[in-house]
């Protein structure tokens, strides 16, 4: 998991559940930062349409 | 246009936002004995803040993004850039009870990287960075001003959701939204930045749907406190429904974000309405909105029904947004 991971115990850290899994995206192993712990919200609809207000984006979580 | 009537708002929870303070908290204990930051002032400072936010102390989003700046220059193994991450976070300690501030993208509010900085948390794969512009110069007093009037309007008519807006969100950061592919976005919430709201004034919204999305908003931020060391489902990322809420189709985590949101919106709207202050043309439109979300939510309720592979914290919490918004329309 983390280089550190003799030192760090990831069941600690945000973004985890107890066990140590990723909750929120690829928090710490991914290599693409754009997407690392970003439980992202994003509200999206077609330009003009009247939709209600935002809407949701969060990750699909990377279990385990 | 029939209105949704029903039982729709309980107290707020004192402890509201305060989970996933709590388990940052003891993320930075864990930090600082670990001893990976190889400096002991460093561990101290961390220490220190872990215990302030323990007794009921915030920590502003620039500080979350610290946080995780920091875990990632650990996992990088850039001990340089994980110690000035740590020392930065310190810096934005905030006291147990803030008002939210609005601070809109524009040079006078954000220098050049805090600005590159903030696109880079907010941004996804469907909210590019480049859809996330500055607010001009002669429409950042009037962006304020209708920020202003509709935290008025939720303060004075929906007391509740106010009181739980507060213990969410510190930052509401107004933008010029760029329409991608057809698509714009009304506004978006980060574990990155927790606490902060990113928000597209180039929509035309009446002053109750200004409020309305911000407690949208800040309810993603809710959701993410409440389930802050456990999963709530269970499907996989792959599977993919229909959202009650976007036109693009959702996994499981979405759908489900998208109905306990829906649920506070509901209980926003249905306080207006009862409230004896609220004006009647706004309690027209709250109704009419009432219904809307009613419906929305029961749609995306039946999927997490058929669908959804719950936890028992998962469960739980959905059960809570089911209370708040009555099935039938009467």
């Known amino acids: 998991m983390m280089s550190n991971e003799k030192k760090l115990d990831t069941g600690k850290l945000l973004g985890f559940d107890r066990d140590g899994n990723c909750m929120w995206g690829e928090i710490i192993e991914g290599d693409d930062k754009s997407s690392a712990i970003s439980a992202l919200t994003g509200a999206v609809k077609p330009a003009g349409a009247v939709k209600p207000a935002g809407a949701v984006k969060p990750v699909g979580g990377v279990k385990g | 246009m029939k209105s949704a009537r029903g039982p729709v708002h309980s107290s707020p929870q004192i402890d509201v936002g305060r989970g996933i303070v709590l388990r940052l908290a003891e993320s930075l204990g864990h930090i600082a004995q670990s001893g990976v930051l190889k400096n002991n002032d460093l561990q101290d400072t961390l220490t220190s803040l872990g215990g302030s936010l323990e007794n009921g102390a915030r920590l502003h989003p620039e500080g979350f993004a610290c946080y995780f700046a920091m875990l990632r220059a650990l996992n990088d193994n850039q001990l340089s850039a994980a110690q000035t991450a740590a020392q930065a976070m310190a810096t934005y300690e905030l006291p147990g009870k803030v ?172 306080e207006v309405a009862q409230n004896p202050e609220t004006p009647n043309d706004m309690r027209q439109e709250a109704n009419t909105l009432m219904f809307t979300r009613q419906q929305a939510f029961n749609d995306g309720y039946g999927v997490l029904s058929d669908h959804a592979q719950l936890t028992p914290a998962g469960q739980e919490i959905l059960n809570s947004a089911r209370a708040r918004v009555p099935e039938s329309v009467s």
């Not at chain 2, 939204?177 to 714009?184: A, C, D, E, I």
């Open chain 2, 99 to 270: 008002v939210p501030t609005i601070r809109p993208l524009h040079d006078t509010f954000f220098l050049p990287e805090q600005a590159q900085q903030m696109r880079a948390h907010f941004a996804s794969d469907s909210l590019l960075s480049r859809q996330i512009n500055p607010v001009p110069t002669a429409s950042v007093e009037l962006f304020q001003d209708r920020l202003k009037e509709a935290l008025e309007l939720l303060a004075n008519l929906a007391p509740y959701s106010h009181a739980t807006f507060t213990n969410i969100t510190t930052e509401i950061i107004p933008v010029i939204g760029q329409s991608h592919n057809g698509m714009t976005f009304d506004g978006c919430s980060s574990v990155e930045r927790w606490g902060a709201i990113l928000i597209n004034m180039q929509l035309d919204r009446t002053a109750l749907v200004l409020a309305e999305t911000l407690v949208h908003e800040s309810c993603h931020s809710l959701l993410f406190d409440l389930a802050n060391d456990s999963y709530l489902t269970l499907n996989p990322a792959d599977e993919l429904y229909q959202s009650p809420l976007r036109i693009d189709p959702r996994p499981i985590d979405g759908i489900y974000h998208a109905v306990f949101v829906l649920s506070h919106m509901y209980r926003f709207l249905a």
